[in-house]
């Protein structure tokens, strides 16, 4: 098989141990949530969307610019950086317009969904398998999810343009997934992260009531969105598609579902938020969801 061939460049391409891959975007996801709650308490969801880009299209630059002989230009590659980036614009949208009217738990039960649809995306368009053991396991990790957001969890009567919207935002968010996926090879994680980013803020940043907002934030609301951005857009991004060199999106996505797990237990350190027995529950169900999942593969590498 012919590989495609980087420019030549002085730099070789990074490439991280898996191992350390998918702890880093699990940790990144986990406490990315904490900082940008506390952002959206104060501010418009877009507004904290383009400051949180910001932040982190300024994090990737360094890896960006070293890695940046690692693109091959192509209709292919440039389609992908845009379409990207608008997917998570669209994503983020989505996200607002729900949460007008619904509760946030309702909105993260659904969000949720997004790895089914990825993975069923995935499978269409990518050829990527996916085992009934691996299905197994997504189902008792969608249950974990229901389980752990229970105690909030309501559907209002009136709710169904909310649900239509957060359905909207998982959809958004799987095609990122794959169009990630599509173009891994042909540009590397970092000098994708900066260029969806740096279109992405260039867009929202053409509103003039997020440009307002932002210009008014306090010295206190500015570092929490660079600390959201930087475990959330940077740290777990970046590593998230980097592991998408080594395993499909499934497996990743799978995994990824940790990070709702650990930002409960961050929080009961830092807050002292009593874990309910629904969270403790929900939690325990994702991880067993996902050790049945790994499991053989666990047992081949301990063999």
């Not at 070789?12 to 904490?34: C, E, K, M, S, W």
């Not at 996916?130 to 009136?158: H, Q």
């Amino acid at each position: 098989m012919n590989l495609p061939e980087f420019p030549k460049n002085r730099t070789l391409p990074l490439r991280i141990p898996l191992y350390l891959l998918i702890p880093l975007f699990i940790i990144g996801g986990g406490l990315y949530a904490i900082p940008y709650q506390i952002s959206l308490s104060s501010m418009n969801l877009m507004s904290a969307v383009c400051g949180v880009f910001l932040f982190a299209m300024v994090f990737s630059l360094p890896g960006a610019w070293i890695q940046r002989g690692h693109f091959i230009p192509g209709r292919k590659s440039i389609a992908g950086v845009i379409a990207v980036a608008l997917f998570g614009i669209a994503a983020n949208y989505a996200l607002s317009r729900s949460l007008e009217t619904s509760s946030a738990t309702l909105f993260i039960v659904i969000a949720r969904t997004e790895i089914v649809m990825a993975m069923i995306l995935g499978w269409l368009f990518l050829k990527e398998k996916v085992t009934v053991r691996l299905w197994i396991g997504v189902v008792v990790v969608m249950i974990g999810v229901i389980l752990m957001k229970s105690e909030g969890l309501s559907i209002p009567l009136d709710a169904l343009i909310p649900v239509v919207w957060a359905f909207a935002c998982a959809f958004f968010f799987a095609l990122i997934q794959i169009v990630s996926k599509a173009v891994i090879h042909l540009i590397d994680p970092q000098v994708l992260n900066v260029s969806r980013l740096v279109i992405a803020s260039t867009l929202l940043l053409g509103s003039e009531e997020i440009r307002n907002e932002l210009s008014g934030l306090s010295y206190s609301q500015w570092s929490m969105l660079a600390l959201a951005a930087f475990f959330g857009p940077f740290l777990g991004r970046v590593t998230y598609t980097y592991s998408l060199k080594y395993m499909t999106i499934s497996k990743a996505m799978l995994l990824g579902m940790l990070s709702p797990v650990l930002t409960i237990f961050v929080e009961y350190h830092l807050y002292g938020t009593l874990i309910s027995p629904s969270e403790m529950g929900g939690s325990l169900l994702i991880i067993l969801g996902i050790v049945w999942s790994f499991l053989p593969t666990l047992l081949n590498k301990s063999s």
